[in-house]
């Protein structure tokens, strides 16, 4: 069996592990920043076309190969959104999304010293929501990125008060 570039960012990995070949797709590495003004967080909503539908979830996206998370995550701000960190934005963690299928590593960043100098991209709609509204979106099958739900827990552990 042989390697398959699906394409740009996804590859298919065939390798021997014992006498069995493992299957696991080579992806892109990505960037989430969770952006906060005040007491309330910056979401994008966008249509997700694997699943069918407006998805709620924090701006993220793939990290450029001349590029850092750190970098990524201010321009997808930027891009998304609209809205620039006066600040550095601080790390949360990093983690694999699917470590035994996918190489995929999500890099997680919090800001909360915004100023709004763009609108947001094309086909993205933002909305400044609280912590009770972000569990109701994921409750409701709204908010349902696993890797962005993560972070976000994670966040409120780690710099939440």
Do not use: D, H, Q, V
């Given at each position: 069996m042989k390697n398959l570039k699906l394409t740009n960012n996804i590859k298919l990995i065939n390798k021997k592990f014992k006498k069995e070949f493992y299957h696991f797709l080579k992806t892109s590495n990505l960037s989430i920043v969770i952006p906060k003004i005040k007491?309330?967080?910056?979401?994008v909503s966008q249509k997700r076309i694997p699943i069918n539908q407006i998805n709620f979830e924090f701006p993220s996206g793939i990290i450029e190969k001349h590029e850092t998370?750190?970098?990524?995550?201010k321009k997808e701000l930027i891009e998304e959104t609209g809205y620039k960190s006066?600040?550095?934005?601080?790390?949360?963690?990093?983690?694999?999304?699917?470590?035994g299928r996918l190489?995929?590593?999500i890099t997680g960043?919090?800001?909360?010293n915004l100023i709004k100098i763009l609108k947001p991209e094309k086909g993205i709609k933002i909305h400044i929501v609280s912590d009770h509204q972000i569990i109701k979106l994921i409750e409701n099958g709204k908010f349902n990125n696993a890797s962005h739900i993560?972070?976000?827990?994670?966040?409120?552990?780690k710099y939440a008060q």
């Open positions: 007491n309330k967080y910056i979401l998370a750190l970098i990524s995550a006066r600040n550095k934005l601080r790390k949360i963690t990093s983690f694999y999304s699917e470590p190489t995929t590593k960043f919090f800001c909360n993560g972070m976000y827990l994670f966040y409120k552990k």
